[in-house]
DNA sequence: TAAATAGTGTTGTTTTTACAACAAAAAGAG
DNA sequence: CTCTTTTTGTTGTAAAAACAACACTATTTA
């Protein structure tokens, strides 16, 4: 089946082999889903009783709160999951709503099955429960470089700190981002007017550079 | 030894019979050191070596940026971990300091023996493993809910949804905060007379009440 | 116990942001 | 291609926060 050479490239089961990974699809109860750009794959609160693995596209985690103002919380590509560090934490429901920002496949996993995997040796469940691992880690690390940008006083100081933050990820100072101006200042949790503004000076001034979702950073990274 | 003790309360060695640690404790080449309150467990940009494990006290993460502004990111208590998620994710340095926030006992692991085990097939390898996981998703989970609190705009709205969340975790509307008024700034990323300001008005509304880290919600959680 | 230090509350001023309203441009649907 | 909807930029005003300075209290330390 083609969708198992797309499961291959994920971060949980990188380095498990395609047929070892068809041995685990009954056991992890997979199942495939389709949506489209703008769908709920995920409304926030719904029971989580799976693991959402993105085989192809991206998707928004948004969060809604009791005044109805939204936040976008990450932005996730293929080879990413969803749910995992609510599962591995053991709650009931997603905290969060996912929503497709390009059209997606996804992956059910029965979170159970993942996280408490059955007891004989084969070194691909080991495999599995060192990548969950490294996933849940770089997850914390990405949290930590966000909290980093949100900590920053004026908004100025948040698009540099989190434009920065892409740059050097994407290791050149021409990169695209995966938000649209709106999407951005749900993400900084900044107003939008005011960012489109703040943005729009720094253009003035030389210091970036921008068009749709790509951007360029003009000056010397450490000076900004 | 007396510390042996201490170590079974521990997050990632929870489930661990006593001999079982003293077993590991070669091959995890563990160390113990004392800190008096205030003072730098470990700097910021410091090479990573060994994963921080508190036995005793409490102790604040903390980021200085290049503009020599300081945050807190968090603070842990006995039992938890200091750096696991980056000695997980395969980082070099540590990303921020740990300040003593009382006198600590920590014991110090060497990062790469804890996080790829030896291949012998003893169970409690196992064990640490999964605490490992469970620990990097509570990690993430705190990470989640401080970017909630960071993503509100107004200063009432962080302070309330810290306390609202501190209230919860600790299920009552009486409850003690890690923090003094300086640090509670430093955590929320808002200007420290500003939240003084905003805490003194919100008592006198007979919304909330506090002395100290001392703090009590009057009001119906979900109202405010 | 006295002196020094750290923490807290208050206030006024300046800076920054949120908010609202609108126009223009771009993207998408039929 | 045209109409509709979404996205983006701009501006002015009101609200909120940062900043700075100071007084007072609590806590350490000598």
Redesign the pocket.
């Known amino acids: 089946m083609e969708n198992f050479s797309l499961i291959k490239k994920t971060q949980i089961f990188d380095g498990v082999e395609e047929n070892d990974v068809q041995a685990m699809a009954h056991c992890f109860r997979i199942r495939f889903r389709n949506y489209n750009k703008n769908n709920v794959i995920s409304p926030q609160g719904a029971p989580l009783e799976d693991v959402i693995l993105l085989l192809k596209g991206s998707a928004n985690i948004e969060n809604m709160d009791a005044t109805g103002s939204v936040s976008v919380l990450m932005n996730i590509k293929a080879g990413q999951c969803y749910g995992l560090v609510e599962a591995c934490h053991g709650d009931e429901c997603y905290s969060s709503s996912l929503i497709a920002s390009e059209n997606c496949l996804v992956m059910l996993i029965a979170k159970h099955r993942l996280i408490n995997p059955c007891e004989n040796k084969c070194p691909r469940h080991l495999t599995v429960i060192k990548n969950i691992m490294h996933s849940l880690a770089s997850r914390g690390m990405y949290f930590m470089d966000k909290i980093n940008h949100l900590t920053k ?4 100081e948040k698009v540099l700190s989190y434009l920065k933050s892409q740059s050097i990820r994407q290791n050149s100072t021409y990169f695209d981002i995966p938000y ?4 951005l200042a749900e993400y900084l ?12 000076k720094m253009k003035a001034e030389g210091i970036i550079d ?1 068009d ?2 790509h951007y360029h950073i003009k000056r010397d990274l450490d000076s900004i």
Do not use: G, Q
């Open positions: 006083k004026k908004i100025r649209n101006k709106t999407e949790a900044v107003d939008r007017s005011a960012l489109s503004s703040e943005l729009s921008f749709k979702k």
